[in-house]
């Protein structure tokens, strides 16, 4: 790994406001690399190019100061929304490792614009976006707001988020290394910051639920796409804690137990 990913994570914020001065050749050919390097662990991949906002004429009305976007597509297959989100977080925190800011925008942007700029044919789908750039000094003062009204820094307790299956028996090894994983899961972005990711742990496998509370719309479900971002954070603190697993999807745990979807399961080898 590229960095490490509990730290990127415990560092991660959503930057609204940049500095305006763009980004080195250096950090532009590391995410290049990065993204020639990407390959997330579900079926179907995505792909990412970064362009600049004035020669595409791309922006946000969110946003302050930025000159360069990170814009994805992918097909509209089995998993795309975990795959997207996945990658997209991914790339966020490796960009944070470099000191460059992020923030996943999926409404508030032209979108036909941002679709003719990559290219989006009619099989595919871009769900969302991020500029790059370095964070400005202060913050604006809308985007202090949006914060402050979203409460972006409030994620609910670990004991919302995660449940057991009865008579579920844990090693105190597996317990410690689920618990820390699941904590970075917890932190991990979502759409107006509605934290739809549940767990539940049974033994050595650990089962996600999204837990909805945003309408689907034109993009379909855009919070299958935040717990692409969870499992994310889950996969990446485990493979960094040495943990060897996969991610797997039980058809027979497909429904609505607990009144929430069944998204993926993630066993422990």
């Avoid at 930057?15 to 690399?33: M, N, Y």
């Avoid at 595409?56 to 089995?78: C, D, N, Q, R």
């Avoid at 996600?208 to 379909?220: A, D, M, P, T, V």
């Amino acid at each position: 790994m590229l960095f490490s990913a509990k730290e990127m994570i415990l560092k991660r914020k959503s930057v609204r406001t940049f500095d305006g001065k763009g980004l080195s050749d250096d950090d532009l050919a590391f995410l290049e690399e990065t993204i020639r390097n990407l390959s997330v662990p579900f079926s179907v991949q995505p792909q990412f190019r970064i362009l600049n906002a004035k020669e595409y004429g791309l922006s946000s009305p969110v946003v302050v100061g930025e000159e360069w976007y990170l814009l994805g597509k992918i097909e509209k297959k089995a998993q795309w929304e975990l795959s997207y989100g996945y990658a997209l977080e991914y790339l966020c925190l490796a960009a944070l490792s470099r000191k460059i800011g992020t923030v996943i925008i999926a409404g508030t942007l032209n979108r036909p614009v941002f679709e003719k700029a990559i290219d989006v044919k009619d099989h595919e789908i871009m769900p969302a976006v991020t500029p790059l750039g370095i964070p400005a000094e202060k913050r604006s003062l809308r985007e202090i707001l949006m914060r402050k009204g979203i409460h972006a820094d409030d994620r609910i307790p670990y004991e919302s988020m995660v449940g057991y299956e009865p008579d579920c028996v844990l090693t105190e090894a597996d317990a410690a290394l689920f618990r820390e994983a699941l904590e970075m899961a917890r932190l991990a972005p979502s759409a107006v910051n509605r934290q739809p990711a549940r767990a539940v742990i049974n033994g050595n496998t650990v089962d996600f639920y999204e837990e909805k509370s945003l309408k689907e719309n034109e993009l379909g479900d855009i919070q299958k796409v935040d717990l692409g971002a969870a499992v994310c954070h889950f996969d990446l603190v485990m493979q960094e804690n040495g943990a060897s697993g996969r991610f797997e999807y039980d058809p027979e745990k497909a429904g609505n137990p607990f009144e929430r979807e069944y998204i993926i399961s993630w066993k422990k080898d």
